[in-house]
T-cell receptor, first 116, second 113 residues
Framework: DTGVSQDPRHKITKRGQNVTFRCDPI?????LYWYRQTLGQGPEFLTY????????KSRLLSDRFSAERPKGSFSTLEIQRTEQGDSAMYLC??????????????FGQGTRLTVV | GDSVTQMEGPVTLSEEAFLTINCTYT??????LFWYVQYPGEGLQLLLK?????DKGSNKGFEATYRKETTSFHLEKGSVQVSDSAVYFC????????????FGSGTRLQVQP
């Protein structure tokens, strides 16, 4: 396993366009997280999945954002009608949780979105 | 809600100097505490962690002790190297529920030869 992979690494889009990012977690991990990181800040939680179920969405995740994890494996994050304020690094992380125990989160290298 | 505060950077040190990056937190329950590092052009990597009070996490010469009484998790290294230049993030993970991480804003470390 090569770790958490994200695609694309960079995306430049015009304001108003839709974009979709993909995350492939570590294969045996049942939890998948999306974070957003803006320049000079730490990552901020957006949403997470336990297997295919999306269990929580942050207030940062506006109606223009949607995330899926259809088969409990890879996940997609779509942003509709992009705005300049959406420009950020979007990070995916995965972990394994069972009962009260689990692994730490492993992060992908992120997708850097620039909205022009 | 949960929050993490860490010292602002950049921190600039000469090689072999002693490093301290302060981190304090606010949380309910009994969170786990982490230090992640982000080298230039790379993703976040876990540096060390501690899961309960008085635990000491250590890795690659870095150490941090979980101090519940002062709600702190300061990162230390006795002798830094140029290769330690990176951004360091302190984070906490709730002990129940989603377990997503709450990060500090990061501290950039620059080590000069």
């Amino acid at each position: 396993d090569t770790g958490v992979s994200q695609d694309p690494r960079h995306k430049i889009t015009k304001r108003g366009q839709n974009v979709t990012f993909r995350c492939d977690p570590i294969s045996e991990h049942n939890r998948l997280y999306w974070y957003r990181q803006t320049l000079g800040q730490g990552p901020e939680f957006l949403t997470y999945f336990q297997n295919e179920a999306q269990l929580e969405k942050s207030r940062l995740l506006s109606d223009r954002f949607s995330a899926e994890r259809p088969k409990g494996s890879f996940s997609t994050l779509e942003i509709q009608r992009t705005e300049q304020g959406d420009s950020a690094m979007y990070l995916c992380a995965s972990s394994f949780m069972w009962g009260g125990e689990g692994t730490e989160a492993f992060f992908g290298q992120g997708t850097r979105l620039t909205v022009v | 809600g949960d929050s993490v505060t860490q010292m602002e950077g950049p921190v600039t040190l000469s090689e072999e100097a002693f490093l301290t990056i302060n981190c304090t937190y606010t949380a309910t329950g009994y969170p786990s505490l982490f230090w992640y590092v982000q080298y230039p052009g790379e993703g976040l990597q876990l540096l060390l962690k501690a899961t309960k009070a008085d635990d000491k996490g250590s890795n690659k010469g870095f150490e941090a002790t979980y101090r519940k009484e002062t709600t702190s998790f300061h990162l230390e290294k006795g002798s830094v190297q140029v290769s330690d230049s990176a951004v360091y993030f302190c984070a906490l993970g709730a002990d129940t529920g989603r377990r997503a991480l709450t990060f500090g804003s990061g501290t950039r470390l620059q080590v000069q030869p």
